[in-house]
């Protein structure tokens, strides 16, 4: 699902400052992928957001805020497997979508992209906070699951920066 055309995707489909799949590729492969939960396959959602993005950009030179971005691209990039969906979903947010795995393994994955951030929460002094989701019977729709990692999200964001919560 991480499919590119060459060493990138889509130009349409891609996040030109990350080099990642943008929202519209996510959402449009999304739903796709949402419909292996109802058949039994674990399927869990990260949410990442730098922290207190707008006043860091604020006061930060455009071609640094580029450059920073770059840096998560090829940061989060690598992390993921070729059945995982990834993309920058908005100003300051990514998505991870997770295929086979459960709550326990996105904790992992999520620990590992946190350690991987370290230097450019060095350099920077950004902080990211995740929140993730599994996928549960009871979730009709996609946005049934989104909106359960985004509530965890929520509640990361709520004790400060460089938080994680994950809901089963």
């Given at each position: 699902?991480?499919?590119?055309?060459?060493?990138?995707?889509?130009?349409?489909?891609?996040?030109?400052?990350?080099?990642?799949?943008?929202?519209?590729?996510?959402?449009?492969?999304?739903?796709?992928?949402?419909?292996?939960?109802?058949?039994?396959?674990?399927?869990?959602?990260?949410?990442?957001?730098?922290?207190?993005?707008?006043?860091?950009?604020?006061?930060?030179?455009?071609?640094?805020?580029?450059?920073?971005?770059?840096?998560?691209?090829?940061?989060?990039?690598?992390?993921?497997?070729?059945?995982?969906?990834?993309?920058?979903?908005?100003?300051?947010?990514?998505?991870?979508?997770?295929?086979?795995?459960?709550?326990?393994?996105?904790?992992?994955?999520?620990?590992?992209?946190?350690?991987?951030l370290d230097s450019i929460r060095k350099t920077t002094g950004l902080g990211f906070s995740m929140g993730g989701a599994a996928f549960d019977v009871?979730?009709?729709?996609?946005?049934?699951?989104?909106?359960?990692?985004?509530?965890?999200?929520?509640?990361?964001?709520?004790?400060?920066?460089?938080?994680?919560?994950?809901?089963?």
């Amino acid at each position: 699902m991480n499919d590119t055309i060459g060493s990138r995707g889509h130009p349409a489909l891609t996040d030109d400052q990350t080099g990642l799949p943008n929202r519209l590729h996510f959402d449009t492969v999304f739903g796709v992928v949402f419909a292996t939960g109802s058949r039994g396959v674990p399927l869990t959602v990260i949410l990442m957001e730098i922290d207190h993005f707008p006043e860091w950009a604020g006061r930060t030179d455009a071609s640094e805020v580029g450059r920073v971005f770059r840096s998560i691209g090829n940061t989060l990039g690598p992390v993921v497997r070729q059945s995982d969906l990834i993309a920058r979903s908005d100003e300051a947010r990514f998505a991870l979508c997770l295929v086979d795995c459960n709550v326990a393994g996105a904790v992992l994955v999520a620990d590992r992209i946190d350690g991987l951030l370290d230097s450019i929460r060095k350099t920077t002094g950004l902080g990211f906070s995740m929140g993730g989701a599994a996928f549960d019977v009871d979730m009709e729709r996609p946005e049934d699951l989104m909106g359960a990692a985004e509530e965890a999200l929520r509640v990361a964001r709520s004790r400060g920066s460089n938080q994680m919560e994950f809901h089963r």
